[in-house]
Nanobody, 116 residues
Framework: QVQLVESGGGLVQAGGSLRLSCAAS????????MGWFRQAPGKEREFVAS????????YYADSVKGRFTISSDNAKNTVYLQMNSLKPEDTAVYYC?????????WGQGTQVTVSS
């Protein structure tokens, strides 16, 4: 069982920045593909970004390309999401995800609110 704890959410004005962090309780952090998803009120959870265990491969949703950057620190078992040029439509609960094979874990989520 892997526990994921997100932090860094909050309220920010449009155009501002936030950095989310997700700390994973595992000794095999580098085995996992780490990702961020988000869920806005009344909408389904959607993919935001992911990074391979080695950190060599990253993927982004089209809606955040060029604005968000995912990174990881294997020594700290932590994945980050740097969010720049935030828009009101980025408002959502952001969830950290860890997966390897059939194993799939979620954090409790952190609220990001972008005011116009």
């Amino acid at each position: 069982q892997v526990q994921l704890v997100e932090s860094g959410g909050g309220l920010v004005q449009a155009g501002g920045s936030l950095r989310l962090s997700c700390a994973a309780s595992t000794r095999t952090f580098s085995r996992y593909v780490m990702g961020w998803f988000r869920q806005a009120p009344g909408k389904e959870r959607e993919f935001v970004a992911s990074i391979s265990g080695s950190g060599g491969s990253t993927y982004y949703a089209d809606s955040v390309k060029g604005r968000f950057t995912i990174s990881s620190d294997n020594a700290k078992n932590t994945v980050y999401l740097q969010m720049n040029s935030l828009k009101p439509e980025d408002t959502a609960v952001y969830y950290c995800n860890a997966r390897v094979g059939v194993l799939n874990y979620w954090g409790q989520g952190t609220q990001v609110t972008v005011s116009s």
